[in-house]
């Protein structure tokens, strides 16, 4: 072989395997890209049945709950779930890039502060008073002068304001019925089953029960708007194969 064949040999098999050292370290940053995702933080609050802490298991459960862990689980996503407030997980959601919240309802106010993956469950808002109102109250048009309560950062308290209700708010949904309870509020507005668990949990049948419910509404997980849609995507497909296989229709029947 001449020297000049050779070296272009040589040079074609250094170039050569310069392109394979390329594409491999290619694969591997890319590779360790899709493994270093970051964890996504979901935030909920207490709101019966749809997100709740179980006493025996001490993981967040519920309607809404479990099928947010399974399409998480199902994403191959890494998340973390907390309770707390609710005001404090909408802000959360709402400020942090890496942060989801549920169970929430969408709005045109809202809309664009969140990328949404949904609907995951249905709710339905009800009324609550003393018990000589039951029977006598059965619509919002009864109570428009009545001082009604509920926890602050709602969609709710957007939805009784625009209409003109008296509104006093609390940071649990709790104070709210005590204080009708005792007299301060004429009325407590928050879901039906979250109410009816309130009065239950804290023996105030006597004092306070469901009137009637005004309104229902499809709840979501939202996500921070600067989320990458890539993300979004994927568990927006994970809820639909939820959807498909029946998971979703049996998780909604434990409950």
């Given at each position: 072989?001449?020297?000049e064949?050779?070296l272009?040999t ?47 298991t ?12 399974e ?14 407030s ?10 942090n ?48 002068q ?29 104070t ?80």
């Amino acid at each position: 072989m001449c020297i000049e064949k050779y070296l272009q040999t040589k040079s074609y098999k250094i170039l050569l395997g310069i392109g394979l050292i390329a594409i491999f370290f290619g694969f591997t940053v890319n590779s360790w890209a899709q493994n270093q995702r970051p964890t996504i933080q979901i935030t909920t609050e207490f709101n019966y049945p749809y997100n709740f802490l179980d006493k025996d298991t001490g993981a967040i459960s519920g309607k809404a709950a479990d099928k947010v862990h399974e399409i998480f689980k199902r994403s191959q996503i890494s998340y973390r779930m907390q309770i707390m407030s609710w005001n404090r997980a909408f802000e959360l959601a709402r400020s942090n890039a890496d942060t989801c919240v549920f169970s929430t309802s969408r709005s045109g106010e809202r809309e664009p502060l969140f990328q949404w993956i949904g609907p995951i469950a249905v709710g339905h808002w009800a009324m609550f008073g003393s018990p000589d109102k039951l029977g006598k109250i059965a619509k919002l048009e009864d109570i428009k002068q009545s001082r009604i309560g509920t926890q602050f950062g709602t969609i709710g308290v957007a939805y009784l304001k625009e209409r003109h209700f008296q509104v006093v708010t609390s940071t649990e949904s709790i104070t709210t019925f005590k204080n009708v309870a005792v007299g301060r509020l004429d009325y407590a507005t928050t879901g039906d089953y979250h109410g009816r668990k309130i009065i239950k949990d804290n023996q105030l049948g006597d004092k306070v029960v469901w009137l009637f419910n005004f309104n229902t509404t499809n709840y979501y997980l939202a996500c921070n708007a600067q989320m990458p849609t890539e993300i979004i995507s994927t568990l927006n497909t994970s809820l639909r194969e939820l959807k498909t296989d029946g998971t979703f229709e049996k998780i909604d029947n434990r409950y």
